[in-house]
């Protein structure tokens, strides 16, 4: 087991996935893999043997063959599912963020990139690399985890539901542009772990944190603090955007924004 911080402030304790149960979904994500790649390179030999193609279209067809399926198939699955391809789902096995939250296309793409590099097949060893890395790690990271920030975990337990932050109308057009890939998970915890106690929080700290929470975060985004606005609805614009983008649609209408409100 091990304990994990939420961007929503809270405590979860999800069981790890070690080298066995990870390397039977491994194997069970070749087979199919293989199977993929067999299928599209008979298509596409199809189509390029009655045009006439020489042997250098058809090597390049088994080159992009090949690095599509390494490296597309997980990043799609994983992607589409948060967190899971065929192999995964069989095992009960689940891609998670290092704060416990579910991964977005950024982490799939590092980790599937890392995989087909590092960890498995070019410089991997056919898998040895990403077996040493898991048995070093604590929480049985291999490389593409740690550049990820990701681990993979037992999914028996569903992650809890998101507390929603509802931003001031005033800002969500200031806070709609923001390049957010380049706010860290670790501010982003520190600024939802701040909304979400902003009421046990004395007037002075309030302001004090806040302070140091939005110019932290404006240093990052690299964009001038908006004036005029108290910490709590620049920050929670900002939280909000962010939950915009990374959740999906249907979650909004589904649960609705738990009162979390940053505006008067």
């Not at 590092?110 to 960890?119: F, K, N």
């Not at 002075?204 to 929470?213: D, I, K, P």
């Not at 915009?244 to 609705?256: E, K, N, Y």
Request: include cysteine; glycine fraction near 8%; charged fraction near 15%.
């Amino acid at each position: 087991m091990a304990e994990f911080t939420t961007g929503e402030a809270v405590a979860l304790e999800l069981p790890i996935a070690r080298i066995p149960t990870r390397a039977t979904a491994f194997l069970v994500d070749v087979v199919v893999q293989i199977m993929l790649a067999t299928a599209l390179f008979v298509l596409t030999v199809s189509v390029l043997l009655p045009s006439g193609a020489d042997t250098a279209w058809l090597n390049v067809a088994v080159l992009v063959t090949i690095v599509g399926v390494l490296v597309g198939y997980p990043v799609i699955c994983e992607t589409a599912s948060r967190g899971r391809t065929l192999g995964k789902l069989m095992l009960g096995l689940r891609v998670v963020r290092a704060d416990g939250g579910p991964i977005d296309f950024r982490h799939a793409l590092t980790r599937g990139l890392a995989g087909a590099i590092v960890d498995f097949w070019m410089l991997g060893a056919f898998g040895a690399v990403a077996v040493l890395t898991s048995m070093c790690s604590p929480n049985a990271r291999r490389v593409g985890d740690v550049l990820a920030g990701t681990v993979v975990v037992h999914a028996q337990r569903s992650l809890p539901v998101p507390l929603l932050a509802v931003a001031p109308p005033w800002l969500a057009g200031w806070a709609e542009p923001l390049p957010l890939a380049m706010l860290p998970d670790e501010l982003a915890l520190a600024v939802r772990q701040y909304l979400s106690r902003f009421r046990t929080l004395t007037p002075v700290v309030q302001h004090e944190l806040g302070s140091a929470l939005v110019g932290a975060v404006c240093a990052r985004l690299q964009v001038p603090v908006p004036g005029g606005y108290p910490p709590l609805q620049v920050l929670g614009a900002v939280i909000a955007e962010r939950q915009r983008r990374a959740l999906p649609p249907p979650m909004f209408p589904v649960f609705g924004p738990v009162p979390l409100r940053v505006g008067p």
